[in-house]
């Protein structure tokens, strides 16, 4: 995200995106739609348009994106059953979300990503939670901390959270939110997807790849996604997924082996003896 000599960020010093969407499909589109056929565009420009206006439609498509998943996940727990039901139908409520990370560090990102959601954003003093989160980890692996209630309560005591309100009208954040699904619709279809692109490569090799289809799928219904040309897609997102999980769970066993092996022989006596200069101040 481009910052000024300031420090803050550019996107923060408009007002408004002045009419921009930013689409950020530079692989295609995941959930909720699953479009490997769309790629990145940037709609609305105009002459009223520079730099901040554009930094600041970044900004807001990640919170756009946020809100879609929300919706997404809204309606996924509803049909499952989910979570605390209602009346209306939607069992999945989020009163507060929980944000970290670089991007976070713009009020102006936390402000609008709470109106656009209608709900109330929580950021940290400590935006990088994932770093934090090793740290703790290691720290009790290596015996820093007594417990995790030891480590609960030394935290607790220095974490401070800015809170975020929604302010937005409920008709402006519908309005907006029709012109981001508006400009989504425009990131459609600029890449041949992948069946596209079998079918004019090979026909035989399409017509294979459509029998393989049908009986993976079966009388019940396609596992990957049924739905235009985002089964492939799906599919190929899967395959991806369970080979993170993998690479995961490989990385958590060296994890665990470093601190149990490695760290201890690393870390320094004087945080638990209170030697040295650094005392025991945990």
Same mark, same amino acid.
């Given at each position: 995200?481009?910052?000024?000599?300031?420090?803050?960020?550019?996107?923060?010093?408009?007002?408004?995106?002045?009419?921009?969407?930013?689409?950020?499909?530079?692989?295609?589109?995941?959930?909720?739609?699953?479009?490997?056929?769309?790629?990145?565009?940037?709609?609305?420009?105009?002459?009223?348009?520079?730099?901040?206006?554009?930094?600041?439609?970044?900004?807001?498509?990640?919170?756009?994106?946020?809100?879609?998943?929300?919706?997404?996940?809204?309606?996924?727990?509803?049909? $499952?059953?989910?979570? &605390?039901? =209602?009346?209306?139908?939607?069992?999945?409520?989020?009163?507060?979300?929980? !944000?970290?990370?670089?991007?976070? $560090?713009?009020?102006?990102?936390?402000?609008?990503?709470?109106?656009?959601?209608?709900?109330? !954003?929580?950021?940290?003093?400590?935006?990088?939670?994932?770093?934090?989160?090793?740290?703790?980890?290691?720290? %009790?692996? &290596?015996?820093?901390?007594?417990?995790?209630?030891?480590?609960?309560?030394? !935290?607790?005591?220095?974490?401070?959270?800015?809170?975020?309100?929604?302010?937005?009208?409920?008709? !402006?954040?519908?309005?907006?939110?029709?012109?981001?699904?508006?400009?989504?619709?425009?990131?459609?279809?600029?890449?041949?997807?992948?069946?596209?692109?079998?079918? &004019?490569?090979?026909?035989?090799?399409?017509?294979?790849?459509?029998?393989?289809?049908? $009986?993976?799928?079966?009388? =019940?219904?396609?596992?990957?996604?049924?739905?235009?040309?985002?089964?492939?897609?799906?599919?190929?997102?899967?395959?991806?997924?369970?080979?993170?999980?993998?690479?995961?769970?490989?990385?958590?066993? %060296?994890?665990? &082996?470093?601190?149990?092996?490695?760290?201890?022989?690393?870390?320094?006596?004087?945080?638990?003896?209170?030697?040295? =200069?650094?005392?025991?101040?945990?």
């Amino acid at each position: 995200m481009v910052r000024y000599s300031t420090g803050t960020f550019a996107g923060d010093a408009a007002p408004d995106n002045a009419g921009i969407y930013f689409v950020p499909a530079f692989n295609g589109l995941y959930s909720p739609y699953w479009r490997d056929d769309a790629r990145g565009v940037i709609v609305g420009l105009t002459h009223a348009a520079g730099k901040n206006e554009i930094c600041r439609a970044v900004l807001e498509a990640a919170a756009y994106q946020t809100r879609e998943v929300l919706d997404a996940m809204t309606r996924d727990s509803a049909a $499952a059953g989910v979570g &605390v039901s =209602s009346g209306s139908g939607e069992s999945l409520r989020v009163a507060v979300l929980k !944000v970290d990370g670089g991007m976070s $560090a713009s009020d102006v990102m936390c402000q609008f990503q709470s109106d656009i959601l209608g709900v109330s !954003v929580a950021r940290p003093t400590n935006a990088e939670a994932t770093a934090a989160g090793a740290a703790y980890a290691a720290g %009790l692996a &290596v015996g820093y901390w007594s417990s995790l209630d030891d480590l609960k309560q030394s !935290v607790s005591q220095s974490v401070q959270v800015t809170e975020f309100k929604p302010a937005m009208s409920d008709a !402006v954040r519908q309005q907006k939110m029709r012109g981001w699904k508006k400009a989504v619709t425009r990131s459609f279809g600029w890449a041949e997807s992948t069946r596209d692109q079998k079918h &004019v490569a090979s026909p035989a090799a399409a017509a294979t790849d459509e029998t393989d289809t049908a $009986a993976t799928n079966g009388a =019940s219904g396609s596992k990957c996604g049924s739905g235009g040309g985002g089964g492939g897609f799906k599919c190929r997102w899967a395959e991806r997924s369970a080979i993170g999980l993998v690479s995961a769970v490989a990385g958590a066993a %060296l994890f665990a &082996v470093a601190t149990k092996f490695v760290l201890p022989g690393l870390w320094c006596d004087n945080n638990k003896t209170g030697s040295g =200069s650094g005392g025991s101040t945990k």
